[in-house]
């Protein structure tokens, strides 16, 4: 009978788990804390206390592959600063799921913890980006919450805004259902926490991921349109491509048109969207990979990031020139006059002597260019040449990054002006038709250039949003 009685003792030593139903209570001696109650009151100098009786502590409860580790424990249970110092001893227990596919920074947003969840996100920003049970990540989940407390809703609000700062990338993640954070702002009708994506996203140039497409095929405008949500759609039209179909082949605006929400205003601007979106039809990616590649496309492939380091030499080589040139301009060979002189008759070309025998120049004014005839046509037309050349090369490598190089573009327009106005003043007077036909002719050259761009961009765009595709995907 004695024998019976000592085999749960000594299984329990060898098996110190199975004496409890916890799997965080310490095997140590009687006047120690156990590790729930080192949680518990939050004591970081009592969790090194024991670890310290049992290096091993944290591995030998933390074993399987969906573990409840002390760090869920702790999260879960707001306590704070032992949370971060488990996360700095065991930095893969942050992103592990437990049993029931939660990580502890998932515990903490379930339980309201928001002090334990800005904690952690300092610790590790990716943490936003571990997706739990239904793909949800920390990010879905807050999108997806709304309580009735204001000061709860303010709190989240502030948490959405400080997650998508810290961790950019996080905008991109998916549920099971293929859903983005705007996805469930909208299915839930949180219009605040949707004004708090939408303002993100666009300061971010990331408008795209409005129309990605959930499962069934639905867009965000889709979903408002379902949802009957007028203040998202207002918003929404302009950034997203309102011709988009979801699996059943209904656009956003065809939604609304059989499910009105009786916004009158709402309903006169779908009406008119409707008008201008029949006359672009869907065009299936498959469609558009299958045809011939457009100017625009050529010019990427050919100037974009094909060999960046000969793009960077081409532009290198370029400004040089072009800032040459421009200087050759502003100091041309023989100089200009210092002074002004009109001697002789408009219609004169030549020095000759008065009765005295000292020799009369030319007409001219200061600021003229010295060099007359053959000489000035040449220099004038060759350095102009050269100069637009390379201004055009400027502008053909900046087309791949349209729009973010329309700053470059504006600003080669205005030294361009400048050039072609600095060869309108330096002329002499008496080539004046031959001034102002180089003058307007360059002028109009270079308008062309500049525009010739934007419409082969422009054009592009078009057939860009005319393509219906899945998305799910973020080019940065």
């Known amino acids: 009978m004695a024998l019976f009685m000592l085999l749960p003792v000594c299984y329990s030593y060898f098996h110190p788990s199975s004496t409890s139903k916890s799997p965080l209570l310490l095997h140590s001696p009687p006047q120690t804390m156990t590790l729930q109650e080192a949680i518990a009151t939050d004591d970081v100098n009592e969790l090194y206390s024991l670890i310290e009786l049992n290096e091993k502590l944290l591995d030998d409860i933390s074993k399987g592959p969906f573990p409840n580790t002390p760090l869920h424990d702790a ?35 379930q339980n309201k913890h928001y002090g334990t969840v800005m904690a952690l996100m300092t610790l590790n920003p990716k943490l936003i980006r571990v997706r739990g049970r239904g793909g949800i990540t920390p990010l879905h989940f807050v999108a997806r919450e709304k309580r009735d407390n204001e000061e709860e809703n303010m709190k989240l609000l502030e948490l959405l805004a400080e997650f998508l700062s810290a961790c950019k990338s996080s905008i991109e993640d998916l549920t099971n259902q293929c859903e983005t954070a705007v996805h469930l702002a909208v299915k839930r009708g949180n219009i605040e926490v949707f004004k708090v994506l939408f303002g993100w996203i666009k ?12 499962e069934d095929g639905n867009t965000v405008l889709h979903i408002a349109a379902l949802e009957q949500q007028p203040e998202i759609i207002k918003l929404l039209i302009g950034h997203v491509t309102e011709i988009a179909m979801n699996n059943q082949g209904m656009t956003a605006l065809k939604i609304f048109q059989e499910n009105p929400c009786g916004d009158q205003d709402l309903a006169k601007m779908l009406h008119r969207l409707g008008h201008v979106a029949s006359w672009f039809q869907p065009l299936p990616l498959s469609q558009f990979l299958r045809m011939e590649l457009s100017f625009f496309q050529k010019s990427t492939l050919w100037f974009g990031l094909r060999d960046e380091s000969a793009r960077d030499i081409i532009l290198i080589m370029a400004t040089l020139i072009a800032t040459t040139t421009y200087q050759a301009t502003l ?7 210092q002074d002004n002189s009109s001697n002789l008759l408009p219609n004169s070309t030549e020095v000759s002597a008065n009765s005295s025998g000292i020799a009369i120049e030319k007409p001219h004014r200061a600021g003229n260019i ?14 102009s040449a050269v100069f637009l050349a390379s201004i055009g090369t400027i502008w053909v490598t900046a087309i791949p990054l349209l729009p973010h190089t329309f700053m470059v573009y504006f600003s080669v327009f205005i ?25 307007v002719s360059y002028v109009s050259l270079v308008i062309v250039v500049l525009w010739l761009p934007f419409f082969v961009w422009m054009k592009h765009l078009r057939v860009l949003h005319r393509i219906d595709a899945t998305g799910r995907h973020l080019k940065v």
Do not use: Q
Not at 85 to 103: C, D, M, Q, T, V
Not at 331 to 337: K, L
Not at 370 to 383: E, K, P, R
């Open 370 to 383: 010295i060099m007359t005839g053959s000489d000035l046509y040449t220099f004038t037309v060759l350095n």
């Open 75 to 109: 999260a879960g249970k707001g306590k704070t600063k032992v949370a971060m110092e488990i996360a700095i001893l065991k930095p893969s227990f942050a992103r592990k799921l437990n049993r029931g596919g939660y990580s502890p920074m998932h515990l903490a947003l």
């Open 415 to 439: 030294l361009c002006v400048a050039y072609f106005t600095s060869i309108a003043v330096e002329f002499p007077k008496s080539n004046l038709v031959m001034r102002n036909f180089l003058a």
């Open 203 to 214: 300061r971010t140039y990331l408008t795209e991921i409005l129309d990605w497409k959930d």
């Open 331 to 337: 100091s041309p060979p023989g100089g200009y006059w």
